[in-house]
């Protein structure tokens, strides 16, 4: 089932003003894609691909300039926003400045809670306390400030209040990409639980080939403005266009190579 | 002779806690000798302070430095013999300078100057792979992507005549089209100019491609040295063995879900 629906998406910024001329830089040119129920897909693409824009432009957090992202067949301006973030939320790449400074993690993990769910404090409290758990921080970060969390602990945060609504999307943009990959590979398994017992579905934005090939079961690549690649996630698959090859061969080696004489 | 840097006993401390324990490192030139280790274990402490750059409040107690067999001090060493390669390369330039005052400047250490300097700037920037070199040379940091960044700071290395080479965690930030990139020039420097590094990372994928030699690093103590085949074929420490396990579920083929 089709959850989210992009048809011939253009989108672009305006570049330039303080030290250059202005001009026009396109970002996204003619992109189509479906997101289904239930399924982890991988946008894979270089940095300055686009991949973030279009993470954007799924969450209604910009309007596109041309094309239409449709979710359930409607379009996201005309649709209640409290309805659809029940549904769908976002992990954002950096996690220092996805959070209150002021206020507790705690009390950030609970803002979709309070807003979008009718729990009671107790039982957020409580629901609170488990998603920390799930996450594999402690209980007691609860009440610290985001300061005293450590980039991939603050990460892992973000990750538990994307999860604290039960939706049935995630978007993950470069949401794995700052944490050391131990800690990838523990995330990683957590959401595919997730996946397995709730049945959520899961897009997640990276640079890094070995991140798809271990969660996801469908992968899409960026490239100049659209998708280059869109297939199953198999093992040998290889791909054909040159800028996802590329992205293919800088995948590092599992095992040292290297002959030389020392 | 193989040119080599060592520290032998470096020990630092915050306070009364010991955040580095008796730590020895040897470089030496032609080589790559990686330091892993989980986030947090010292890997970066140990790194600033082989330079004495450390931060506030943490200081160093014993530890000596021999380049070559004769000891020197840290000083001595910085920006001539050892150059330094950050995370964020955005925040290890100044601002409001040009990336050609930068070049120049390092230059003028060494006493050159005028044209022949310049020229030498522009041959270097074309040896760490920056091919449009006046117009890098007129930008500012935040101009430039964290890869050309990156590339930047080899070249001011080079540019210093450095012998040895010390890079934290220097791929992190970059996608990994610019980080196969980077390690393709630091393997070729490696191999053309026998520089000796020390490449701090946490991720063994980036051991498996370059690295000669190699450290684990665990709660401030080097817990495992061996050379890569070693460490990859018969890890003998338990942080050994769980870097080892999230890299090969996450590079195996028949890992797929």
């Excluded at chain 1, 009718?118 to 039982?123: G, S």
């Excluded at chain 2, 400047?105 to 030498?120: F, I």
Aim: charged share 20%; proline share 3%.
């Amino acid at each position: 089932m089709t959850l989210i629906q992009v048809c011939d998406l253009n989108h672009g910024y305006t570049a330039g003003g303080m030290f250059s001329k202005r001009h026009r830089v396109q970002v996204l040119k003619g992109l189509n894609l479906d997101l289904h129920a239930g399924q982890s897909l991988g946008l894979l693409g270089a940095s300055g691909s686009g991949k973030s824009t279009l993470a954007r432009l799924l969450m209604g957090l910009e309007t596109p300039v041309q094309g239409t992202v449709l979710f359930e067949g409607q379009t996201l301006q005309g649709l209640n926003t409290q309805h659809f973030l029940r549904r769908v939320q976002m992990v954002f790449q950096d996690a220092i400045s996805a959070f209150n400074p002021q206020r507790s993690i705690g009390w950030s993990i609970a803002e979709p809670l309070r807003h979008l769910s009718d729990m009671n404090a107790e039982a957020i409290q409580a629901r609170v306390e488990r998603l920390l758990l799930q996450v594999k921080l402690s209980a007691s970060d609860s009440d610290k400030l985001p300061a005293q969390l450590s980039g991939g602990q603050l990460q892992r945060a973000g990750i538990a209040r994307a999860l604290a609504i039960d939706p049935q999307m995630i978007i993950l943009d470069e949401a794995l990409s700052n944490l050391d990959r131990v800690l990838q590979v523990q995330i990683l398994d957590l959401l595919a639980d997730v996946r397995r017992e709730s049945g959520t579905g899961f897009l997640l934005i990276t640079h890094d080939l070995s991140l798809v090939r271990r969660f996801c079961q469908r992968v899409v690549v960026l490239a100049d403005g659209k998708l280059v690649e869109d297939r199953e996630v198999i093992p040998g698959m290889r791909f054909e266009h040159p800028a996802a090859r590329t992205l293919q061969e800088a995948v590092l080696p599992a095992m040292p190579s290297k002959t030389r004489a020392c | 002779m193989t040119r080599t840097l060592s520290i032998q006993g470096l020990c630092l401390k915050h306070q009364q806690r010991t955040l580095v324990d008796q730590l020895d490192l040897t470089l030496k030139a032609g080589e790559v000798h990686a330091l892993v280790g989980a986030s947090g274990s010292g890997k970066s402490l140990s790194c600033l302070g082989i330079l004495d750059l450390l931060p506030p409040g943490v200081h160093s107690q014993g530890g000596t430095l021999r380049l070559d067999g004769h000891v020197v001090q840290p000083a001595q060493l910085r920006g001539r013999e050892a150059a330094l390669v950050l995370q964020n390369p955005r925040s290890a330039f100044n601002p409001v300078r040009s990336l050609r005052q930068h070049a120049q400047e390092t230059l003028r250490s060494r006493g050159l100057r005028g044209v022949h300097a310049d020229q030498l700037i522009l041959d270097t920037l074309n040896e760490v792979g920056l091919n449009d070199g006046p117009r890098v040379l007129d930008s500012f940091a935040f101009q430039l992507s964290g890869g050309m960044l990156q590339r930047f700071m080899i070249a001011l290395a080079l540019l210093a005549d450095s012998h040895f080479l010390l890079a934290d965690e220097p791929t992190s930030d970059l996608d990994v089209v610019a980080q196969a990139r980077f390690l393709d020039l630091l393997e070729r420097l490696v191999a053309e100019r026998n520089l000796g590094v020390l490449l701090i990372t946490h991720d063994m994928g980036v051991v498996a491609r370059c690295a000669d030699q190699v450290s684990v690093m665990a709660h401030g103590r080097i817990v495992e040295q061996a050379d890569v085949h070693t460490l990859f074929n018969t890890p003998q420490s338990e942080e050994a063995r769980t870097l080892l396990a999230a890299h090969h579920a996450l590079t195996l083929e028949t890992c797929t879900p």
